[in-house]
């Protein structure tokens, strides 16, 4: 089925651990981002991007890098996870005309 | 720049009744509008988007949104709450930047349907 698919579904970091969650859409949108959501404070966007090759920073960007190098995949990495960035994150994909979501990934820093 | 304020955080409401949730926006450009649903332990659905057409809009599950430049709102509202309503709801906002740009949300209205 067409749409945008995130990996992991759950994950466990240790405070100083990296990792990347990734996010692939198959629908050949120009634009993707990523956002997270906490409690109270709804989705904050952390990057987005407008094409391959561009990338912007949103509200949230601090302790996270992406790279886009194809249409189809957005990568978020996070360089040295804090328990601060423990959050549920989604990736989106779409256009002015709808966006789509991804499922979701829960992270936890302990 | 571009920002959407959702007031009131949770909505309770008796099944049966009219569900109201408030959303004003500010943005620099003309703007186009969503609400998302999200149910616990889901992602985000598209419920209805205003894209510069018609100002009433009519999304999925009975839902409906009006789009007021002149008090730069975009209420959702269904005539008659259901159990299955119950959820969390998104107002936001891009700019017409192109056929993409930032899409900004509110910090969602959780919504309750009672008996």
């Known amino acids: 089925n067409a749409g945008v698919t995130q990996t992991p579904k759950f994950q466990v970091l240790k405070t100083g651990q990296s990792m990347t969650l990734q996010c692939a859409q198959d629908?050949?949108?120009?634009?993707m981002s990523w956002y997270r959501q906490d409690p109270g404070m709804g989705l904050r966007l952390i990057h987005y991007?407008?094409?391959?090759?561009?990338?912007d920073q949103g509200e949230v960007p601090n302790g996270y890098n992406v790279s886009r190098s194809t249409t189809e995949d957005f990568p978020l990495r996070l360089l040295s996870a804090a328990p601060s960035q423990t959050s549920v994150y989604f990736c989106?994909?779409?256009?002015?005309?709808?966006?789509?979501f991804g499922s979701g990934t829960r992270l936890t820093v302990v | 720049a571009q920002s959407v304020t959702q007031l009131g955080s949770h909505v309770s409401v008796s099944e049966g009744a009219l569900v109201l949730l408030r959303c004003n926006y500010s943005s620099s450009v003309p703007p186009y509008l969503f609400w998302y649903v999200q149910y616990p332990n889901q992602g985000l659905q598209l419920l209805l988007k205003?894209?510069?057409?018609?100002?009433l809009v009519k999304g999925i599950n009975g839902f409906e949104a009006e789009f007021k430049k002149s008090e730069t709102s975009f209420h959702l509202t269904k005539p008659s709450a259901h159990m299955r309503d119950a959820a969390e709801y998104f107002c936001a906002v891009s700019g017409l930047t192109g056929t993409a740009s930032k899409l900004t949300f509110g910090t969602g209205t959780r919504l309750q349907v009672t008996l």
């Open positions: 205003y894209t510069s057409a018609a100002t």
């Open positions: 629908m050949n949108h120009e634009y």
């Open positions: 989106a994909s779409g256009s002015n005309y709808g966006y789509t």
């Open positions: 991007s407008v094409g391959a090759g561009i990338t």
